[in-house]
């Protein structure tokens, strides 16, 4: 089988800026003096950005942008809801969570949601537990699942299929979802998505990507006339590109083998 080399450019861009619809989450932490459970805001910001499709904001990003004097503000807000907000305006979030721990024998925690355009709680969760205590992956997401929606744990990545052929019939995992041009897709991700484009009178293309959270591909479609298709049936193949999210390119490129022409199957790919 003929190998050929494919040179893909990859962008580190985030897909808020490209779909403009993600939503932000800044975590502000409040201790009355509680030394117990330092790592609690990291790891639910982890969590977070690992199981939702929001951008979030530790509590060192939130200093960062708003100086030192942000624990302070934080415990003059106290439970004033509109307090939050508006430091959540100043932070650009669309979300407050807020993270209070006091302790009295035992460590109480309490973490409220907060909408920012509609000042108001959305959702609050309390637990207590002992001096010394630790909480697991799984008790942290549960106290997440319950201030947010189910929906809020869903991720999404958008796949543009565009073609040199108007009219051809798009085929997702089988179902057709429209003829070229098409909109970008908004899709569940990370998840694999078979890709078949028809019209008569040219040879079919089929395709495999693994769509990759939080990112933008395009995917480029060359449908040769039939009768027009190079040597070696290549278009009988399936050819896939993989993508990992936390791939680091010092040159700013990377290399995929491919069984197809790269002149047939440009590709950009954008990730966060």
């Known amino acids: 089988m003929k190998l050929f080399i494919l040179f893909l450019t990859l962008w580190t861009l985030p897909l ?16 009355a003096g509680v030394a117990e459970l330092p790592d609690l805001a990291d790891r639910l910001v982890e969590l977070l950005r690992s199981k939702s499709n929001s951008d979030v904001l530790s509590p060192q990003d939130c200093r960062r942008m708003m100086g030192a004097g942000l624990d302070a ?15 959540g305006r100043k932070l650009g979030a669309s979300e407050i969570l807020v993270i209070r721990m006091t302790e009295f024998g035992t460590v109480l925690i309490n973490i409220n949601r907060i909408l920012v355009a509609e000042q108001k709680t959305a959702g609050t969760v309390d637990l207590d537990i002992k001096l010394g205590g630790q909480l697991t992956k799984l008790q942290i997401y549960q106290l997440l699942r319950k201030i947010y929606p189910e929906e809020s744990f869903r991720r999404f990545g958008t796949l543009h299929i565009t073609s040199n052929q108007k009219g051809a019939t798009v085929k997702l995992d089988a179902r057709t979802v429209g003829q070229t041009p098409i909109e970008p897709l908004k899709l569940d991700a990370p998840r694999k998505y078979s890709i078949q ?40 193949k399936w050819w896939v590109i993989t993508l990992a999210a936390g791939v680091v390119l010092a040159a700013g490129g990377t290399i995929w083998y491919l069984n197809q022409p790269p002149s047939q199957v440009p590709a950009s790919v954008l990730l966060p």
């Open 16 to 31: 808020s800026a490209a779909a403009g619809n993600r939503p932000s989450i800044a975590v502000l932490e409040y201790r």
């Open 73 to 87: 503000r934080v415990s003059e807000c106290k439970e004033d809801i509109s307090c939050f907000a508006r430091l």
């Open 197 to 236: 484009l028809q019209k008569p009178g040219f040879i079919p293309f089929q395709a495999t990507v693994d769509l990759v959270p939080n990112s933008r591909m395009r995917l480029d479609a060359q449908l040769s006339p039939v009768g027009a298709a190079p040597s070696g049936v290549w278009y009988k």
